[in-house]
């Protein structure tokens, strides 16, 4: 069945850590328990993620190795490993409860439910489809359906046009009521945000921000993870070596630890003491304790003359900005850069969460702030990138004097988050990042849908998906002119131009230039939900964005970097990397040769 703390998952002839992605092959005629002894890696891999799911797994190995080898495998035989009895297990969700908004009965048709194992922004799969209009609130709608894959993060994401309207949503699995903390998309049109689908009541209902692509879901594992590892000094430039303790909130948690930025979850080595940082290097830790989740956090640490290869960047916006996240770290490593890479998201949110909201959002759980004006205060950065998005304020420049942010433009938002981050570093790059629209929703606030300010920005409506593109990155283009007029004696901002790569990587695709990949694959390779109104990558998009980042970042290409966690071939990886260096290279603000 599944694998717990103590075992892990059992694929017949191995074993495959859900969490490292790690195919283990134990000796023949190995015991169970004497293959975790030897491997040494068995409730470490456990620990990591809790409930490793042998179906997922299974796709996991036979992408890996073949379908044919893993048969093979699959059909040898070896020794169950059982959970311990009294451990807590993430369930499958496989049914749900639910009450519509009023009079929205019937705008819930199409809705989804979707689970994760990423993160509440990225890697969402489709469980079921609302099929058939529910009961009026305030009476509740019960929906069962086949799932057994446990998911830590579960969504009701909102049909087009609906706004994402629910007044209560409830997941189960059989009979057990799912529990945890909630995630949603930020904002509302009617002051009515995503905490009332799960606060209990059906007299309060959720009606999001946008018509499209508006969700509201839990994180299934919330109560049961165990305290993040923190490092005391926290990682930064130094002139002097340190002695840095490392740190649990749960009590009785084991902590790993590598000082080279491996998976200490692979290589850790057992924490007993402070770790001497006498040279620069990155500290990555995990705690693990038996029946809970865990996870990584990492430090970087310079010791001695700063050196241009260590760099620490910080990207604030939606789940958009999630994009690259797990991604862009790993390959400014292949590139031979150390990248201190935060992030600072909420979902759905736009340039106004730096001021409105510095608290609560996703990625500084392991800072010595949560804050992020804090942070930006108290951490010198290289770079900072900020995404404006389809969402208010939705203008480029002007409203400085409004209040509060939300009614302000994009540019004097993303200004006072440069403004606080100069007082660390004056030379901090700040960046511009262009984004893009889903296939079948494209009109926007920034894309002619409706103008807050025509004096100011006022397009016509976007023809296409390749218009909206080139009007969300004049948009950009407009924010960067009012980042520089405010400071215009600091080094210049520039622009991730990911939005203007990405349709130049459709017109490769389109014309038969990435080898082995159809013609009209575009949107099935790179979008979550292919041609639909989801706006979110799948793992090759996202390697693709990272790639734009990393090229613009660095100024250099990106040819030759691995291509681990995607679908694509060494060649297709190839093609890949060359597009998003020429949409880099030859835009000229991008900042290459700066």
């Not at 020429?582 to 040769?593: D, E, F, H, R």
């Amino acid at each position: 069945m599944f694998g717990m703390p103590g075992s892990a998952t059992r694929l017949g002839g191995g074993l495959l850590c859900a969490a490292t992605n790690t195919w283990i092959a134990p000796t023949e005629g190995m015991t169970c328990s004497q293959f975790g002894a030897t491997a040494g890696l068995l409730t470490v891999c456990a620990d990591r993620r809790g409930m490793l799911d042998c179906g997922l797994a299974t796709m996991r190995m036979i992408k890996r190795i073949g379908l044919l080898t893993a048969l093979s495998i699959l059909t040898a035989g070896w020794s169950t490993c059982d959970p311990p009895a009294s451990c807590w297990q993430l369930e499958p969700v496989n049914r749900i409860r639910f009450v519509p908004g009023p009079g929205q009965a019937a705008s819930m048709v199409g809705g989804k439910i979707q689970g994760s194992n990423d993160s509440p922004t990225n890697g969402f799969v489709d469980l079921v489809t609302i099929s058939s209009m529910p009961s009026d609130s305030p009476a509740y709608t019960e929906l069962g359906f086949s799932n057994t894959t446990p998911y830590r993060y579960v969504k009701y994401w909102g049909p087009p046009g609906s706004y994402g309207q629910v007044a209560e949503i409830e997941f189960y699995s059989d009979t057990t009521r799912l529990a945890g903390s909630g995630f949603g998309t930020s904002g509302s049109r009617s002051e009515n945000p995503w905490p009332n689908a799960l606060d209990g009541s059906t007299s309060s209902f959720f009606d999001g921000p946008l018509a499209n692509d508006i969700y509201v879901g839990i994180d299934a594992a919330s109560e049961h993870l165990v305290g993040l590892p923190r490092f005391s000094p926290p990682g930064d430039s130094y002139a002097s070596p340190q002695a840095v303790t490392i740190t649990s909130s749960t009590a009785g948690a084991v902590i790993r630890y590598t000082t080279d930025g491996s998976d200490p979850a692979i290589n850790g080595i057992t924490y007993a003491g402070p770790v001497s940082v006498s040279r620069t290097m990155t500290l990555r830790a995990i705690a693990t304790k038996s029946c809970m989740f865990g996870d990584t956090a990492m430090g970087v640490y310079q010791i001695g003359t700063p050196s241009s290869t260590v760099q620490a960047s910080i990207h604030i916006g939606n789940s958009l900005t999630d994009t690259i996240n797990d991604a862009l770290a790993p390959l400014a490593t292949s590139g031979g850069y150390t990248l201190d890479y935060w992030r600072y998201t909420v979902p759905g949110i736009g340039t106004w969460i730096y001021e409105d909201s510095p608290t609560g959002g996703i990625g500084l759980e392991g800072a010595p702030t949560q804050n992020i004006q804090t942070y930006l205060q108290t951490k010198a950065f290289d770079h900072i990138s900020f995404q404006p998005a389809s969402n208010m304020p939705c203008i480029p420049t002007g409203h400085a004097g409004d209040s509060p942010a939300i009614n302000k433009s994009d540019s004097v938002n993303i200004a006072l988050a440069w403004d606080h981050a100069v007082t660390m570093n004056p030379n901090v790059q700040m960046w511009v990042y262009n984004t893009w629209d889903s296939g079948a929703d494209y009109i926007n606030c920034m894309t002619g849908e409706w103008n807050r300010d025509p004096a100011i920005w006022n397009p016509s409506p976007a023809t296409s998906w390749e218009n909206s593109v080139d009007l969300q990155h004049e948009f950009g283009e407009a924010v960067r002119a009012g980042l520089v007029a405010h400071a215009p004696t600091r080094p210049p901002p520039y622009i991730i131009p990911a939005g203007l790569a990405l349709k130049a990587l459709k017109v490769a695709i389109e014309a038969g230039d990435i080898p082995g990949m159809a013609t009209d694959s575009f949107w099935t390779r790179t979008f979550q939900a292919g041609f639909g109104t989801d706006d979110h990558l799948k793992s090759d998009g996202r390697y693709f964005v990272s790639l734009v980042f990393y090229a613009a970042m660095f100024q250099q290409s990106p040819a030759g970097l691995p291509h681990a966690n995607t679908t694509l071939t060494d060649e297709q990886a190839a093609a890949f990397q060359q597009i998003a260096w020429n949409a880099v290279a030859n835009y000229p603000l991008s900042g290459v040769g700066r």
